[in-house]
């Protein structure tokens, strides 16, 4: 099993609430959406100062094209506006952006985007940002599955699916729930579910989530380290 160093914490978020956020405040749901966009730049922004080296967040799962047509819409044109927004900005500060998922169903303006974000920041070394998009987890390991044509070890199929194990999942939200996101990643990943609506997610509750990780014995099926006293 991989084990990453907590100076390297590999943190996923899902970025859960945005509908509801806007519903209490009389909004349509895509003021959430926008309001959530804006959380995602402050988490990029502060993640590198918490030792967090890569971040993944659940943007739009695969699921998410049963919702109403003009959501749908809205949430890839959100996208669009996002990368083309911030990719400068990333390159300035060294994300590295990739998008992970299917993007055979994206719009096809969506596309150029995504390349141009990807060619542009392909250097960047503070933080590996992964943006979860048209993305399933159980149909990434079948794909993985069926490149790797049975002959996979744990970590040729770690290293299909592209990032090793999850040490941190946070979802926003208050649903405790995975939701079909990096299933095989977070094998023994650190769960926290907390109820702060994601567009209301800040830089101090990213860092009591990471302290509250740090707090946490990990074990990966071994006794407790008293135990061994
Ligand atoms: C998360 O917020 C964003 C996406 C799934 C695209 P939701 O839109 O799921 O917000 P709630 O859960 O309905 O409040
Ligand atoms: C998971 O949230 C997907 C994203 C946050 C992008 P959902 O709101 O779609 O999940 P469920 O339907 O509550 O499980
Ligand atoms: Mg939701």
């Keep these: ?24 405040r009389g909004l349509p749901r895509i003021a959430g959406h926008r309001a959530g966009s804006e959380a995602l730049r402050r988490t990029v922004e502060s993640a590198p100062n918490l030792g967090i080296r890569s971040l993944t967040v659940y943007a739009f799962s695969s699921d998410n094209w049963r919702r ?22 990333c390159v300035e500060n060294g994300v590295r952006i990739s998008v992970i998922g299917r993007r055979d169903r994206l719009p096809l303006m969506v596309l150029p985007e995504i390349e141009a974000a990807e060619k542009a920041t392909i250097r960047g070394d503070k933080l590996h940002l992964r943006l979860a998009v048209d993305y399933s987890s159980r149909d990434a390991i ?22 090793g194990d999850v040490d941190l999942v946070i979802r926003t939200g208050g649903e405790k729930r995975l ?14 579910f907390t109820p702060v609506m994601w567009p209301d997610f800040n830089e101090s509750d990213l860092a009591s989530a990471v302290a509250e990780f740090h707090s946490r014995e990990r074990r990966f099926g071994a006794v407790p380290k008293a135990a061994l006293a």
């Design 142 to 163: 079948l794909d993985a599955a069926k490149r790797l044509k049975g002959k996979g070890t744990r970590e040729a199929f770690s290293e299909a699916l592209g990032a």
């Design 179 to 192: 939701s079909d996101f990096l299933l095989w990643e977070c094998a023994y990943a650190e769960l926290i």
């Design 68 to 89: 109403p047509r003009t959501e749908v819409s809205a949430l890839m044109r959100l996208f669009h506006t996002y990368l083309r927004r911030e990719r400068d900005k």
């Design 1 to 24: 099993m991989q084990q990453s160093t907590y100076d390297t914490l590999h943190a996923a978020i899902i970025m859960d609430g945005n509908g509801r956020w806007a519903t209490a």
